[in-house]
């Protein structure tokens, strides 16, 4: 599994975009970059995934540079309800171990 | 929109008792998980599940804990004597054929071991 680092918190403003950065120098071919986002006290829920350039669905857009040693996880007019943790996770998608590995996550903090 | 549930939301037992966390998750998923996460801690792996038997597990799930699929639906983490720090939040989880890291989680049981 590729080992990941994102920052511990953001904060931002409400109507504001928001950019979540996550490094994972050591990606191998077959790695997948997947964000998961939870609320307080509850379970976490995946947001979006992605293997390289641009992905969006209705929730976020990921942005995978060509080298894919980092990824940027885009929230976009945030509100409150977007208070969460943010995860970053790297692994392969066809085999290996089934888990997912959690780190810490981005606490993000929607001032209003 | 299908969603995994986890019941009951809160469970407080004495330290030694068993107990039964029970999930159903999404109908037409065939991966199940259990993940914990103790408070202010990072959500941990427990088990993985698949065609009624365990296909991994991590070092937190000992002899103390097992996991069942009685029948169709229902999805169970048992742990026969639980300790102290067994107290957290439990997550089932699961998901469809070919999409292994897009998970499905629960809203959890709270489980308080006094």
């Known amino acids: 599994l590729a080992k990941t680092t994102q920052p511990i918190s953001m904060d931002s403003y409400e109507g504001q975009e928001v950019n979540i950065t996550c490094s994972h120098n050591?990606?191998?071919?077959?790695?997948?970059i997947t964000w998961y986002q939870q609320f307080p006290s509850q379970g976490p829920r995946f947001i979006i995934q992605?293997?390289?350039t641009k992905v969006t669905n209705e929730v976020a857009s990921l942005f995978i540079p060509a080298d894919r040693k980092s990824s940027t996880l885009s929230l976009p007019r945030v509100s409150l309800s977007d208070t969460a943790v943010y995860y970053c996770l790297v692994g392969d998608m066809n085999f290996g171990n089934e888990k997912l590995t959690f780190g810490t996550g981005t606490r993000l903090t929607i001032i209003p | 929109e299908p969603e995994v549930t986890q019941t009951p939301s809160h469970q407080v037992t004495q330290m030694g008792q068993e107990v039964i966390l029970r999930c159903v998750p999404i109908s037409n998923h065939l991966y199940f998980y259990w993940y914990r996460q103790i408070l202010g801690q990072k959500v941990e792996f427990l088990v993985s599940?698949?065609?009624?038997?365990?296909?991994?597990k991590s070092e937190i799930f000992d002899d103390q804990f097992s996991v069942e699929r009685p029948d169709g639906s229902n999805f169970t983490l048992k742990i026969r004597s639980t300790k102290l720090e067994d107290s957290a939040m439990y997550f089932c989880?699961?998901?469809?054929?070919?999409?292994?890291?897009?998970?499905?989680f629960g809203p959890g049981t709270r489980l308080t071991v006094t």
């Open positions: 989880a699961s998901r469809p054929s070919g999409r292994r890291y897009e998970q499905y």
């Open positions: 992605g293997y390289k």
């Open positions: 599940f698949y065609n009624n038997e365990i296909s991994e």
């Open positions: 050591n990606i191998a071919t077959n790695d997948y």
